[in-house]
């Protein structure tokens, strides 16, 4: 390199030139001997001058490409060092699989493509969207709770078939709905989910200090199970889903579970396994909004 | 025809405004609408108080007109308005109506079932009385025995009802 030899001890006008146009640092494959304590002084002064004399300011005498030669630039090719990302990238997936092809003739196996190509392009581009913010999946939704509903509340039923009816509070699931249960001995309602907004909290409350609740009672548990197997025969499809709620031992287990502790809870307090048995209604001169719930 | 009348040292019961609901004793009157007024043991300061919010009870006090504060204080104390004013009728009707409006689910509950048991207790008096009387033909079986049973059941239904407002208010 032209640099070596001839430290540019010019002007230090052109000293600042130089090192901000003929700026490429060396690579570290100099000789040993130039790598000394003070090595960051003596490779600023190894740069060379610029080799593209200045006609005016801003004006250099050379183009981009004759510059490019004039650097030897064709010489000098340096890439960044290869960061993790490009390195998992370089494991390239597997493209094809063989699979087990049945027959007698058929020869036993096929070489099958993993990603195929589309098999529907369609005839109009879809524009590229615009980028949004703040537009979550449900999963991510910020769960809110009434402050009036805590563990142990007793809840005012308004919807479904068990409307009217009181039932104790345990926790909130993941999904924001309440998990709820009569208890069953009580007024038959069982382990369930009910929505925050179509219940009235009272101020009733049950003391449930040291009610274990199972882990396994999630959203899952208690979403309603569907067949999707289509067998192509129009008229058997709606019976083959199944409607009839099916009882299952775990699910006996599990209000067994919960019910116990909570029932030894019930019975402390006066009366209020008769309230919790009983049902809501409203009458002449009842107003909801009047009420103190 | 008027047994209440306006006049000095009336203490009289405000219905509506900022002070709803407490007692003041009329100090002097200002014009045909408005009283200065004072509540000392009450919370309300001297001030004029229109006629109209003002319902005058039957507790009148001994000061002059335009007696300060000091004295309108004395004279309340010594006649000890504010006991009394708890014991009349008037002043138990606001409170059962406001513990009424308090009522939780969970209280009302417990009053429908104090009422369904009382209710009870009265009819299974009232037809032995009935059985009693129709079997006896017209002896003339006076009906005192009637009034036992409703006391002891009417006990009842305002412990009731304060007993959860106890327990409401420990809580």
Redesign the interface.
Known sequence: MAGEKAPAEKKPAEKKPAKKKAGDKKPAEQKPSQKAAGDKKKRVKKYHASRNPVLARGIGRYSRSAMYARKALYKRKYTAPETKIEKKKKEMPRATITKPVGGDKNGGSRVVKIRKMPRYYPTEDVPRKLLSHGKKPFCEHKRRLRASITPGTVLILLTGRHRGKRVVFLKQLDTGLLLVTGPLAVNRVPLRRAHQKFVIATSTKVDLTGVKIPKHLTDSYFKKKRLRKPKHQEGEIFDTEKEKYELTEQRKADQRAVDSQILARIKKVPQLRGYLRSTFSLSNGVYPHKLVF | VFKRFVEIGRVAFISFGPHAGKLVAIVDVIDQNRALVDGPCSGVRRQAMPFKCMQLTDFVLKFPHSARQKCVRLAWEKENINEKWSATRWAKKIEAREKK??????DR??VM?AKKMRNRIIKHEMKKLQRMASKKGKKPVKVVKGKKPEKAPKAKKPEKAPAPKAQKAQK
């Open positions: 409006a308090k009522m939780t689910d969970f509950y417990k079932k």
